[in-house]
């Protein structure tokens, strides 16, 4: 190891605490959807007097970004939910590459608190691992790009091309604060977002669709059950209907890439809502469904296929061929992604990741979606993720392990190093 690596290690190790601190104070943020405000602007007032960032707070336009390939549509508006960059420009003029450090603040619910054996909100140490909804999807990752950088301003280092320090919001709904930050103008040479894969780099994913599905009953007391039809029970035959399609789609020829996996394709009915009263049949019921597709299928196929699908289903029944299912789309219109393995950012983050761990770094496909596609298939910039281990991942008693946090973040402040010419000035 040289003398410059070395020191960035033990850097790390004299700044661990701060950053376990760090990463305690934005897990206690409780960022779920439209609640990511607070968070960013913490993130924003960090990286400007923290980290001496020339720092931009961006509003997502709707009517801008809805003109792009990667839009997702929205039924909401992004008044107070900015998304962050923070520039960290080079020493000079640029000699190396330019880098994007990409994080979402945004999680998905904590769901039910009696499933947590720690508060779900109270980013709590036991071990050598930090609970908490978010913590690891992906909080650990934010800790990890900004202590990296950190490592570095603190042993008087500086890049010789730009980096981008970017906190975006609705990566697990969307994906439109990235798409923001690309029609704000931050492109780069490279990208790397610390998606918690393990200390693997990915090398593809699935794209993901998600539909809204309404059925109206004919309601009536159930007294006169006889003579009413219950929008519950004629959504359960739509539901059956896409447990179907989910067999359907993954008998499917597989992409080379998930040729491994038994089932890479996840039909998904998450939610539903229905009815008003226990004694009342009931006239109303809806379901949402995430749907995912291969890489190089268009998500709108992907849609008029499902959506055909139950109409068809819709069909066969009595009620239902008269009533007709209401279909909508919002969230994810994701298309899928599959990476080259001789990309650049692949040759450096390897060698890094070696330098750091002794191994060999492996490759991994995720049958989930994640924010690379924008770099990747929406614009030109090579990109993948790379981030800490962990668990419960979405579920409860998620947690991240804390040693491979340090790990990430040696990894990427090395990286940065070779990508960037990084040199003490
Ligand atoms: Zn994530």
């Known amino acids: 190891m040289t003398d410059l690596r070395m020191q960035i290690k033990e850097k790390i190790d004299e700044q661990w605490e701060e950053q376990l601190e760090f990463l305690q104070m934005i897990g206690r943020f409780k960022s779920t959807l439209g609640n990511e405000g607070a968070l960013q602007n913490y993130l924003a007032d960090y990286f400007q007097n923290e980290m001496q960032l020339s720092t931009e707070k961006i509003i997502p336009d709707i009517k801008e970004m809805s003109k792009h390939q990667g839009f997702s549509p929205v039924e909401w508006g992004y008044e ?55 913590i690891q999807d992906m909080k650990s990752g934010m800790a990890a790009m900004v202590f990296a950088v950190r490592a570095l301003q603190s042993l008087g280092i500086r890049p010789q091309a730009d980096v981008y320090l970017e906190s975006v919001l609705e990566e697990e709904i969307t994906g439109n604060g990235a798409l923001a930050t690309l029609l704000a103008g931050y492109k780069a040479d490279g990208a790397l977002i610390p998606e918690p894969l393990g200390q693997q780099a990915l090398i593809g994913q699935v794209g993901v669709i998600w539909m809204r599905v309404r059925v109206k009953g004919a309601a009536a007391h159930v007294e006169r059950a006889s003579a009413a039809v219950s929008a519950i029970e004629k959504a359960y035959v739509l539901i059956q209907a896409i447990q179907e399609y989910r067999t359907y789609t993954n008998e499917r020829p597989k992409h080379s890439y998930f040729k491994d996996h038994p089932h890479p394709l996840n039909v998904n009915v998450g939610k539903i809502y229905g009815g008003d009263w226990a004694s009342s049949v009931a006239a109303d019921c809806t379901f949402e469904v995430r749907v995912g597709l291969y890489p190089g299928e268009d998500p709108q196929a992907i849609k008029d296929e499902v959506s055909q699908w139950l109409v068809d289903a819709a069909a066969k029944d009595e009620w239902l061929k008269e009533e007709p299912p209401e279909i909508t789309y919002y969230g994810f219109h994701a298309d899928g992604v599959a990476l080259e393995k001789d990309l650049d950012v692949f040759k450096t983050l390897g060698k890094v990741h070696k330098q750091v761990t002794g191994e060999e770094m492996q490759f991994s496909a995720t049958t989930a979606t994640t924010d690379v596609r924008f770099y990747s298939v929406y614009d030109d910039i090579p990109a993948t993720c790379y981030g800490a281990d962990g668990g419960n991942m979405h579920g409860p008693n998620e947690w991240v392990d804390l040693p491979s946090v340090k790990r990430v973040t040696e990894t990427y402040a090395n990286f940065i190093l070779d990508w960037c010419q990084a040199e003490k000035i």
């Open 80 to 134: 107070g939910r900015p998304v962050v960059v923070g520039t960290w420009s080079s020493a000079g003029k640029k000699k190396g590459k330019s880098l994007i450090l990409q994080s979402h603040v945004d999680v998905v619910p904590e769901g039910p608190h009696e499933d947590w054996r720690y508060d779900p909100w109270g980013a709590t140490i036991d071990g050598n691992r930090m609970y908490g909804r978010g």
